[in-house]
């Protein structure tokens, strides 16, 4: 049996089912959150990159917008609406004329309403000397006249080829390239000039009959993006050359690194960026994008570091569960071990039966095999296909959130895209109301007034339908105050198609939208933007006011496309204005939904983009993770099964040999209640007992007949140690000897041998000590006592040679000993210990308390004892060697002696300890139960 169980390396244990629990659900843990994370990360990837690719589309549409909304600006500076005074040589008349015209310049550019997000000043500059120059800011109401500032100023300094070869180009003059060839012509304007534009974003006209010049805002482009606060993407906005005009980063070096390079990863200092490089459409600039290529998202990481909790959350459930059901396994395996140790451990020899109902009913009935294999799919498959469907759940989640953001951005996007479109058209509105074409409409009566810088003409309808702008309005009508049509771009030979509600009509400057109860021409809901015609020249007046009123396209908002989005433009009640692929109200579950009211215009946008979209492209990833969770949990029950196979295998090669040995000998066996490993164990166990109580019966006989002798010789052996005490005590008559001691003590006295007299009481006290009567137990102190007087004795004859140290504590001295047990061991070690000695020999006496025991030690500096010696006196202890006798003893009591009357009077008392090491001393230890002595 025993030759068995040492072959069997696989035992079944409630620790090894824990650990191998455990260590299978960390193998399925690890997988889940590695796949987990892999889809995770891919899927992000896929969102990335659409979010980088809609950024970079509407950033782009934005910034061409913005820039073709600069050039719509700069056109209608050319055209002779604005141009006309700087060229109609306004210094050379009047002052009143001169007045009067720089008055009716500044109203029109007031009427302009040019955004200061876009604009920070305007330059009109003439020729020469003779044609006027002026400087508008935006935000400022007056307008100031340079008259030393001209282009014959500009070719003094070498600016005007400068000027002309950036013609209709954005671009960053520096302090160099401004700095005057000809210092001694330097003039207040031309330095005011200078500092007005060096270093600022500039465009100008190219000098077609007047140079037109716009300083722009530093923050110009920042218009093209919603910022999100005050945190920009890191753009950089150059020409066609690679310099930089503008960039959202506000490093230096970092917007020259980024100017220069293609497509591709960027290091600068300890960053590295993804640069991705597209040219604007329409226009020669190219707009580089820096995209961190840092690999750690942040996102990412919380929502595998929260996969990882789940991990760990499972992984305790899996230790807390295999534990618990490992220890109720091998309940009662335990419960029939100890059943076992009881019964060995009892005197009763007649073993008992272990009844088959020791164990409660239920899963008993289950072989090892099975409830290993439970415990397996319990603390394994449950935990792990629970983790795995949680963490399903977080990644769908987590997918769904992410997508929800970054539609969340493209529609911040559209939103940033939708207002710029809305702005593109009021400023188309305010550069038509003050065309010369249609103040000739509403003034036509007096036009003939005799004004030296209005020029009489015939109204050019083409010219107002070819505006700047004009393009983006399905038509547009001029109004008089009282709501009737006098001019419109489409059917202007029916006018009475443009009824319209005057009270549409408001009085103010600015441009405002008509969203609610307006229907176009074709009776459908559209909106409108209307604009009061200001009177540009009082001299000209009619004495009413005018409205021009205009109607967008239907694509008005067809650049706010992405993928399978809609987009749909309400009047903020519910009417619907402008859409394209707009989605029903069924499907509206199914849809992702941004919505924002389009800023001053009472419009409300709502960009949607279908979420089937983005469960198409993650779909694939979440099938192939639940394949793998499936995976995983097929191979941790496969493995479950082996190792519950392997591990119960020990248990039924144990049961085989158990049944076997039953059956050698012996025909009958006591049926158990169980048909399991247990049950089974018990049965053969029962039978074997029955077996066994028969041959115990037979041998009861023999074995107490040997017990009765052992007793006897034990009690023969006690007698025989009393009576040689006894017999020793009795050899010397206690009165002759005092008597005798004390008549040598007296005469050594009178002869003055004081040394002689003390070796005589101490030897007086040594006899009366040893041939006192009394009880076995005296107090330590009295055994010290005699020890110190034979000590004492010693020196005397032989000279000083030891010297006794005692190390036992006051109140220990109280305590009891067993009479003569401290002498004989000193005597032992005077006799062997210090041969050769002449001086520095010491014996060191010690006790301790421990609990209720009293510890005492003898050791000595001598020559100690080999090994070999060592053990012959143990071997002698404890009887199996005559080595020592009582003989030994000056007294004729020795080591022997002392270890055997230990053991007599305390039967439990190990004897006598001894240690030794040749030339290292002998340590001499024994134990006795603490007491007081007898009364």
Known sequence: MKELLRTIRFEPTAKRITVLALLLSLIAELILVWTGFSYLNKNSQVL????????????????????????????????????????????????????????????????????????????????????????????????????????????????????????????????????????ALMNDDLNDFVSQTSDRLVINNGNIGIFVIFVLQDDLFNAAEEARGDVHMPVVVSDEGGQPIWSSI?????????????????????????????????????????????DLNLPILRVTAFLIAIAAAALVLSFGVSFIRSKKIFLPLRKFSMAVRRQSLSDDLNLKVIPADLFKNGSRELSLKNKILITFILSVLVPTLASGMLISFTLTQSINNTADQFLGRIGELTETSAHINVQRLENTINRMTISQELQEIQTKPNYALNIPYYEEFEVNYASIAAFPGVNN????????????????????????????????????????????????????????????????????????????????????????????????????????????????????????????????????????????????????????????????????????????????????????????????????????????????????????????NHLIQENMTILEENAQSKLKEKEMNTLKVKAEFDMLQSQINPHFLYNTLESINMKSIRHGMHDVSIMIRTLSDMFRYSVGKGSVMVPLQKEIDHV???????????????????????????????????????????????????????????????????????????????????????????????????????????????????????????????????MGGTSVQFSLPLQQPDA
């Open 48 to 183: 990335q990159a659409s979010e980088k690719q809609g950024f970079q589309t509407f950033f782009g549409q934005n910034l061409t917008e913005i820039i073709s909304e600069i050039n719509n600006t700069m056109d209608l500076f050319e055209k002779n609406d604005l141009r006309k005074y700087s060229t109609s040589f306004l210094p050379l008349r009047e002052k009143d004329t001169i007045q009067q015209a720089t008055e009716e310049l500044n109203n029109k550019l007031n009427a302009l309403n040019l955004s200061p997000s876009f604009y920070k000043t305007v330059y009109l500059i003439g020729a020469d000397r003779n044609q006027m120059s002026f400087r508008k800011e935006i935000g400022v109401p007056d307008l100031h006249v340079l008259p030393n500032l001209n282009k014959e100023a500009f070719d003094s300094q070498g600016w005007t080829n400068n000027l002309l070869e950036n013609r209709r180009k954005i671009v960053r003059f520096d302090q160099d390239e401004l700095r005057g060839n000809n210092q």
């Open 250 to 294: 506000t490093d230096p070096d970092l917007v020259l690194h980024a100017a220069t390079v293609s497509s591709g990863r960027l290091s600068y200092g300890n960053e590295t960026y993804v640069a991705v490089r597209n040219k604007l459409d329409m226009f020669s600039y190219q707009v580089t994008y820096l995209y961190a290529a840092n």
């Open 473 to 692: 309005f399905s038509y547009f009508v001029l109004y008089d105050n009282k709501g009737s049509a006098i001019y419109s771009s489409i059917f202007s030979n029916n006018l009475n198609l443009f009824t319209v509600n005057k009270s549409h009509f408001k009085d103010t400057d600015s441009s405002y939208w008509v969203v609610s109860d307006y229907m176009d021409i074709t009776a459908h809901n559209s909106a409108a933007i209307v604009k009061r015609i200001p009177l540009l020249n009082k001299a000209l007046g009619t004495g009413q006011s005018y409205y021009l009123l205009a109607v967008p396209k239907d694509n008005l908002f067809e650049n706010m496309e992405f993928g399978s989005s809609g987009f749909l433009v309400t009047n903020g009640q519910n009417k619907e204005l402008y859409h394209f692929h707009s989605y029903s109200n069924n499907y509206e579950p199914k849809m992702f939904s941004y919505s924002y009211p389009i800023a001053n215009t009472g419009m409300v946008a709502t960009f949607q983009y279908p979420k089937e979209e983005f469960k198409a492209q993650y779909q694939e990833y979440f099938y192939r993770f639940l394949f793998v969770l499936l995976g995983v949990s097929l191979f941790s029950f496969l493995l479950a099964s082996l190792l519950s196979s392997l591990m119960s295998r020990p248990i039924e090669r144990l049961m085989g040999s158990i049944n076997h040995s039953s059956k050698v000998h012996f025909d009958h066996l006591v049926q158990g209640g169980s048909k399991s490993e247990i049950g089974m164990l018990i049965e053969n166990y029962n039978e074997m007992v029955h077996k066994m």
């Open 788 to 918: 110190k007087n034979f000590i004492a004795i010693h020196n005397m004859r032989l000279g000083h040679i030891v010297d006794l140290m005692i190390e036992i504590p006051e109140p220990l001295m109280n305590a009891s000993v067993l009479r003569f047990s401290l002498q004989p061991i000193v005597e032992n070690s005077m006799k062997h210990a210090f041969v050769g000695y002449k001086e520095g020999a010491c014996i060191v006496i010690s006790a301790r308390r421990e609990e209720k025991l009293l510890h005492i030690e003898i050791r000595d500096n001598g020559i100690g004892m080999d090994e070999e010696r060592l053990a012959e006196v143990k071997a002698a202890l404890n009887g199996t060697n005559d080595g020592l006798g009582p003989q030994e003893g000056s007294s004729g009591i020795g080591l022997k002696n002392v270890c055997a009357r230990l053991k007599l009077h305390f039967p439990d008392n190990p004897g006598i300890r001894i240690e030794s090491e040749l």
